[in-house]
């Protein structure tokens, strides 16, 4: 295990490297590392069947792209009287396309075109899916759900069919998936800003949208940790890693006593 | 003389890759088919498509070859535009509604980032590695044109270097690389590759130039935005510099900043327009216009070559 965290650390650093162009730093914030994402990345590059020089340069491509959308996810709405908001938001515009050119430069150089082509097809579902939860277009509980994993695991999905491996997307989409449940209904129970509240402004539906999420984040619990038990016996260390995160995200987010 | 009458033998190609991008845009989401569609139906030259195409013509032209390259680049060009409004928080583009100001800032980082992926998955159809590196490349210089746009902003200590640079990473870079992307797709000798990046450089230079002219020298009618409003955002272009060289007016120029109205901007635009540097930045415009017929001497004749001379110099003598 504390290998893999020297690994992860040296990716982190490499990632920095990307992110720290004077500019940005003088005005916006860093993109912040998912950390759950970043060791998903890993374990699933670890698996692939590439030379190992070059993992380390998958995951940040991988990284970088999710840092592209993640910072294009960070670009405001409403209007700057603010100078320093509106040069944040501009920034956050370029830093965003910066790190997406980055992934296909660094895919270039090591001739990986089918790798570039796995990642834009899930940028383009991702996009695709942020729409359709941004301008509240789902109809039901369901489709919110089906457009979060769309979002949350793509980039997974799409890397593990071009490298044919299929425990760790699988991992990655449920686990992610409750995850992000998990924080949306937190967020709603906090009264700020979610799909939950956005969805329960719209719909007329006489039934109990809380409850049927609630029932969604169950159904993801139960089934990361039956995958988890079925697909990690080899990997201990990891798969303690993410039952530990599963049991911060389900406590601190009190999803158990409701659900 | 009308800009496509020097490609007519283009035509039917033409339509081969604006119907190529409207299908590209055909996907099972509503909004981003509507604003997809929208944009493409805004109009636009589609210049780079046609650089795509002449320069290919100097190689085994081959449309099905030439195709991805095209329809990328465009897409690449409708997504840079689509967050270039949200940068400069544009309301019209080309007299219509821009993607942020129909929908909002959120929709336009998102319909942008699906094209500029849809456009991706298109040219990786060739698996030409050279293509992916020149082309994966000017994406990243265009981003950090775009930051040094920003940084530099009422910077009034610049250079005739400092701008040059900005605008070859602004403008002539997507040009040239359209140019030399056609010519390597159709498999054309390294020479001409080079001599065609350069040419579409050096006119894109010019392009540039002369567009930064015509926000001092248009009407407002003709610009779709207030005379002079590159300055009054802190944009330091190349008349700004030239009419810097008189004492009297660089101080009042340095004195712009984003406190700065149009209406206090006026004076300083009318001294502009009547100092030399309008006639200074045509002379260089022209200085690159002559450079990129240079490049087109070493390649052979025929309408490719004609008509790659002739958009260069209708750029050269546009009005707006």
Known sequence: MMEIYQKLEQIKRSLDQYFSHPVFKQYIQKPVIDEDKLLLFYALFEEAEIADEKKEKYVVTAMLVQSALDTHDLVTTTECENKKLFVERQLNVIAGDYFSGLYYFILSEIQDLKMVRALATAIKEINEHKIRLYDRSCQSIEAIVESIVIVETALFQRIGEHFQIETWPEISKTYLTYKRLCEEKHKYDKNSQSVLTQFQKKSKSPIDLVGTFIECCNHYFWEINKLLEKSLKYSPAVKQFIMNRIHVLRFSHMIVEEG | ?320
Request: charged share 25%; with cysteine.
């Open chain 2, 1 to 320: 003389m009308k800009l496509k009458s020097f490609y007519s033998f283009l035509t039917k190609d033409l339509e081969v890759i604006e119907n190529e991008l409207l299908s590209s845009v055909q996907t099972k989401d509503p909004l981003i088919r509507e604003a997809g569609i929208h944009l493409l139906q805004a109009g636009g030259k589609r210049i780079r498509p046609v650089f795509v195409l002449l320069s290919g013509m100097f190689g085994d032209y081959n449309i099905d070859r030439m195709k991805p390259v095209a329809v990328a680049l465009e897409l690449i060009h409708s997504a840079s535009l689509v967050h270039d409004d949200v940068i400069d928080n544009a309301e019209l583009r080309r007299g219509k509604p821009t993607v942020n100001a129909k929908w909002d800032n959120r929709i336009a980082m998102y319909v942008g980032d699906y094209l500029f992926a849809r456009a991706l998955e298109i040219i990786t159809e060739l698996d030409e590695p050279l293509i992916h590196r020149v082309l994966s490349k000017a994406l990243v210089e265009l981003c950090l044109g775009e930051i040094e746009q920003i940084n530099d902003k009422y910077n009034f200590d610049q250079s005739y270097r400092t701008y040059v640079k900005r605008i070859k990473r602004k403008t002539a870079l997507l040009i040239a690389v359209s140019c030399q992307l056609g010519a390597l797709a159709s498999g054309a000798p390294e020479s001409v590759c080079k001599k065609l990046y350069l040419y579409g450089y050096y006119v894109g230079i010019s392009y540039q130039i002369i567009d930064d002219l015509l926000d001092f020298t248009s009407t407002e009618e003709e610009l779709g935005k207030p005379v002079g409003s590159d300055l009054l955002q802190g944009n330091i272009t190349l008349p700004v510099l030239f009419a810097m060289q008189n004492e009297e007016l660089r101080k009042k120029i340095v004195k712009i900043n984003n406190q700065t109205t149009a209406e206090e901007i006026k004076p300083i635009i009318y001294e502009i327009k009547k100092s030399r540097a309008i006639e200074q930045s045509m002379n260089i415009s022209d200085r690159y216009l002559q450079k990129s017929f240079h490049q087109l001497e070493g390649l052979k004749h025929g309408k490719a070559r004609t008509s790659l001379y002739n958009i260069a110099k209708y750029i050269g003598k546009r009005k707006f």
